[in-house]
Structures are given as C-alpha cells and as structure tokens.
C-alpha cells in the first residue's frame, strides 16, 4: 500500500473542530482513504473512509484534495472522549497483501479540557 | 449488538505453555484476521482468512497458528509461546474477503494482553 505521513501529536481544546491532516502523495487512483482510531486501551475503530469526493458520517468528515495527495479529517467539536491514536490509511484495491490494514504510527490526538 | 469478542482479555503463561486466543464476530463476516501491536512497531497482522478453511499467512507468522473451521470463528494458537509473543493481540473481521476490500470496514475485538514469562 502506498506511504502516508501524519505529525506525531496534535492538541486541541474541547468543543474546538479539529484538523488532523494526511499526505499521501504516492496515492494511485485507485487507493480508498480510510480514517481508524484508537482509544486507549481498546480495539482500533473505524472513522471514515472516501475516494475521491468529501465524505460525511456521524462521527467526522473527510476532505480529500483535489489531486488527492492529501486528505483532513475533520471532528467538528472534539470531546474528551476523542482523544486517540487517529490512523490515515490506504487501501489498494487491487492490494494482494493480506488485505491488512497498515496502520503506520498515527497522530496521538490530546483533547483538553 | 454487532461485535468482535476476544478471549481471555488478559493471560500470564509461561514459556512453552501451549494457549489458544479465541475470537468470535456474530456478523456473517468472510474475512478474519489476527493483528498484534507492540511499542514502535504498530500492528502488524500476524494471519488472516477470506473464508471458513481459507486462511494465509500474514506480516509476523512464526510462532501463531489459526484455523477457520467455523465462519464466526477464528482462534489464534500459540504451540510454545516465548517471551517474544509477549504483546497485544486483536481479531478482526469484514464483511467481504476478497471483492471490493479496498472498501470495506474492519472491526476489531477488544484485544488480549498476553504476557509470556
């Protein structure tokens, strides 16, 4: 699967929108964007995903660049209970890799108070 | 409710102590799949399958096997675990195996904690 890069960490105040950016400027035409996280001490959920147009689910939205090398994942009023580990990944769709879901290291989302 | 579950969620063993992590979804899912996470390494996906008695080998294999006998049923099994096992084990399932992956979700189980003395 194609690489994607995500800052380490981000802060952000609750009930504040919050911005956690992706680059995937190696994505092919094909790749979906998908957003997980992962709440501490829990199972990776998933958040989101789209191809090519901004996508809208009760938990976020996906802003997707227009030559797709980038994508933000928007939370439009963080609680406590976001702060997470916040996975931008790519999936082939012609991926023979076990269909695994490469998690790479995230943003570490600090939410306060 | 929809769901992954794991068993145990947490397990002290010791060198060489045969154990089976057993992972259960009530979802009709196709594809399972077994990640563990360590610090610095993220999750690495250990075996997976598209479907009952179809399963493959993943990033971390040595050491793990599975079988599929039963679509809601995925046991991860630990011959004669090491001290290197020890980690965070999930389970994983979604819906479809093979057409459309690209798209589609995957939901986890809660995890099991394994320590390996």
């Known amino acids: 699967d194609a690489k994607t890069t995500q800052p380490n960490s981000m802060e952000s105040n609750e009930e504040e929108p919050v911005h956690l950016p992706c680059n995937h400027s190696t994505i092919s035409g094909t790749d979906y964007i998908h957003w997980y996280r992962q709440l501490p001490s829990q199972g990776p959920e998933y958040v989101i995903h789209g191809l090519t147009s901004n996508v809208n689910n009760r938990m976020a939205s996906l802003a997707i660049a227009e030559d797709r090398k980038s994508s933000t994942l928007i939370l439009h009023r963080a609680t406590l209970r976001d702060a997470a580990v916040y996975y931008c990944?790519?999936?082939?769709?012609?991926?023979?890799?076990?269909?695994?879901?490469?998690f790479g290291k995230g943003t570490s989302l600090l939410v306060t108070p | 409710e929809a769901q992954v579950t794991q068993n145990p969620r947490y397990l002290i063993t010791v060198t060489g102590k045969k154990l089976t992590v057993t992972c259960s979804q009530n979802m009709n899912h196709e594809y399972m799949s077994w990640y563990r996470q360590d610090p610095g390494l993220g999750l690495r996906q250990i075996y997976y399958s598209m479907n009952v008695e179809v399963t493959d080998k993943g990033d971390v294999p040595e050491g793990y096997k599975v079988s599929r006998k039963e679509k809601r049923n995925f046991p991860l099994i630990l011959e004669s675990p090491s001290p290197n096992q020890t980690s965070l084990y999930f389970c994983?399932?979604?819906?479809?195996?093979?057409?459309?992956?690209?798209?589609?979700?995957?939901?986890f189980g809660p995890g099991t904690r394994l320590l390996v003395l």
């Open positions: 990944i790519l999936r082939e769709i012609n991926s023979n890799s076990g269909y695994a879901l490469n």
């Open positions: 994983a399932s979604s819906l479809r195996g093979r057409a459309l992956i690209s798209k589609e979700t995957q939901y």
